[in-house]
């Protein structure tokens, strides 16, 4: 808390996650409330890699006319024209009068004008979901700096209305979001399969494709799906749930193939539901379908020799990949896309576990073809090398100073 002429600036700052589904969210049963129509579950990664940083702040000194605002990666965002951002703040906003009702002797923050300035580390033109790390960071920071006693997964039914993705990134680990069946909502909430610790193991390569085409936002696409897919009432209804047993099965016994099997599964299912749509939705490029190949023929040459599934894609709304390993199949998974891509073609290997990778020996693929490679080399720009990771922490380090004023990163 700072203090000036003006009266006090209430701070508090956190980082979020983000996560990737490998059980995925499509498909809304209330637009409004922004409730699911499956379960899905997802891996947090690392904040040492990816991580929105935000700090709330609230001051009797903020003009009151201006109301709250929220600055995103250095440009203001139109929150008062967000029924999201909304629901989120008048959410938190009602419980902290709630706490201010219960004990008089603290002070009426509820009724503050909220400024809250937010930086990702990673650049939003990568095409990597921010949402979900971003309503996470801002509900998280406004619960803090509001003294909140709600848990995570209460939270997380705040979360759900900005991002529906964004309730699974205040927990890490493995973590479910359990669509409910409430019409109101209270009973679709995110909790912890598993704590990072469980299976520290898991590690991420997200494969950044440059994409000239803007694709369809995941909110319109799963409108799309929900109306015209005659695919997706299976997918929905006997699939997933089935699936969301198996996953979370596969993750307590820390079963790699049940695991990769599954989330190639219900990426392939979550795609194929997109094309099933009218007008068709393709989200996967050439560069996608080459990643594909590779981890194809990393699986195939390991399913020869005996052994399980090494590698697991998966995709969401764009063309990036993102490949799922395990930290003992380092050089066998990411060694071979590093062997591949070389280190001319990407800005670089970047993540906390980028460093530790060294380039496989590659005699050994026979089964992949030179196309592929060649593709994948033209259209993958970055490598981000990371891993399952925590969730949402407290942070001293302010975006906005002493005065109220934004601190520029
Ligand atoms: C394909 O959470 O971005 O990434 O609730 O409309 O904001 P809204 O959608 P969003 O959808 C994410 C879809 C997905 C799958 C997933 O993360 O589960």
Known sequence: MGDNRQG????????????????????KRDATLNLPTNSSLSVTLSQASLRTHTTASCSAHYAAHEGDSLLLNGSAEPIQHSPRTQACLGQLRSLRSSLEASDPSLPKLSGLPLHIVSTNNFPTAAGLASSAAGFAALVRSIAD???????????????????????????????????????????????????PAHWPQMRALVLVVSAAKKHLPSTAGMQVTVKTSSLFPTRADVVVPRRMQNMEQAIRARDFDAFARLTMQDSNGFHAVCLD???PIAYLNDVSRAAVRVVEAI???STDAGAGLLAAYTFDAGPNAVVYYLERDTERVAGVFRALLGNERVEGWEGSYGQDIKPAEMEELATLDEKAVETLRAGVSRVICTGVGGGPEKVDSHLVDERGEPVWE
């Open 145 to 195: 700096l509001y003294a909140l006693p709600q848990s995570a997964t209460e939270l997380s039914r705040i979360a759900r209305q900005g991002s529906g993705s964004a309730c699974r990134s205040l927990m890490g680990g493995y973590v479910a979001w359990r669509a409910g069946s409430a019409a109101d909502g209270s009973d679709s909430l995110a909790d912890e399969v598993a704590p």
């Open 299 to 301: 699986n195939q040459q």
């Open 8 to 27: 006090p600036v209430y701070r508090s700052s956190t980082t979020a996650p983000v996560n990737i589904a490998v059980i995925k969210y499509w498909g």
């Open 277 to 279: 749509s009218w007008p």
